[in-house]
């Protein structure tokens, strides 16, 4: 079961807060990573957005391939995208 803390940072005139040094840690955040907000039961909540590149997971087949076809077809789209 996860320890519930509760923990206060202050809006500042831009409104914008900082977020305390060990919820950062315990979620794995750093700069550059972004964060959503949902209210949920009129409670503001906030997660960590996971990496999107894990979204298409086991998306890309992979395989033996004929890099001459596949370099000819590459070429035919491009002469179409210019007609």
């Given at each position: 079961m996860e320890e519930k803390q509760a923990?206060?940072?202050?809006?500042?005139?831009?409104?914008?807060?900082?977020?305390?040094?060990s919820i950062r840690?315990?979620?794995?955040?750093?700069?550059?990573?972004?964060?959503?907000?949902?209210?949920?039961?009129?409670?503001?909540?906030?997660?960590?957005v996971q990496k999107r590149f894990l979204n298409y997971k086991n998306a890309v087949k992979v395989g033996p391939g004929d890099i001459r076809t596949d370099i000819e077809q590459a070429r035919a789209q491009q002469v179409e995208k210019y007609r």
């Open positions: 923990m206060q940072s202050l809006i500042t005139s831009k409104y914008q807060t900082t977020i305390p040094k840690e315990k979620l794995k955040i750093s700069i550059h990573d972004a964060l959503e907000w949902k209210i949920e039961n009129g409670k503001v909540v906030v997660y960590p």
